[in-house]
Structure formats: structure tokens, C-alpha cells
């Protein structure tokens, strides 16, 4: 998305937008390909509004939620959850972020998911 800039966070009108298929993708692969994406799409809006060929469209803030840090205990592996959310997790967090897993009395470390 490309947004003209206003003084409150994430408030400007909307000048462009493309959708993204998040699949199977890690936090690494989307991160990597929403940073191409986004280029291309800067680049286009910037060719759009030289042209005045742009419509704004305001922004909806109603639902809105700002995503906060994530603390290392989400980054704890808890064998109770389902696979699903644990797919998600170790996909989310991948490659950024390492995953601490603790059997026993044993500690380890996750870093990737296996493809």
C-alpha cells in the first residue's frame, strides 16, 4: 500500500494497493517479497500522481489494531498447541527471530522451519 503521509501514524488517504498471497511463506520470505512489491508499487504511484491519475481513498479506522513487540516468551515453543499454531509461530518468527524450546530439563534452539 501506498499512502500519502499525515502527522497520526497510519492515518493518510490511500493513493495505491496490491494484494499479497501469504500462503506457506515464512515472516523472512513475505518480508523479502512484500519489500520488492513495494518498490514496484511506490514506483507506479509516484508515475500515477505526476499524472494526476491517482484517486485517494481515505483510509478506514474503525477495528484498526497496532501490533505490539514481541516479547521472548512468545517466542517459547509450547508443545500443548496444535501443529497448526505451532506451523504459524515457527513461520512467523522465521528466519528473524530465534525459537527457545524447553523438554525436560533440556533447553534448545529453533532457528528455521524445515521446507
Known amino acids: 500500500m501506498v499512502m500519502r503521509m499525515e502527522e497520526g501514524l497510519d492515518t493518510g488517504p490511500i493513493l495505491m494497493t496490491e494484494r499479497v498471497v501469504m500462503d506457506e511463506k515464512t515472516y523472512g520470505e513475505l518480508h ?17 500522481l505526476e499524472k494526476g491519475d491517482v484517486a485517494e481513498q481515505p483510509q478506514d479506522q474503525e477495528g484498526l489494531i497496532y501490533a505490539k513487540k514481541i516479547e521472548k516468551a512468545e517466542t517459547r515453543i509450547d508443545w500443548t498447541r496444535s501443529a497448526r499454531e505451532l506451523d504459524r509461530l515457527i513461520r512467523g518468527l522465521s528466519p528473524r527471530r530465534a525459537l527457545g524450546a524447553k523438554q525436560r530439563a533440556n533447553a534448545s534452539r529453533c532457528c528455521s522451519p524445515s521446507r
Open 32 to 48: 523479502d517479497e512484500l519489500a520488492r512489491r513495494g518498490a514496484d508499487l511506490m514506483g507506479r504511484a509516484l508515475v500515477a
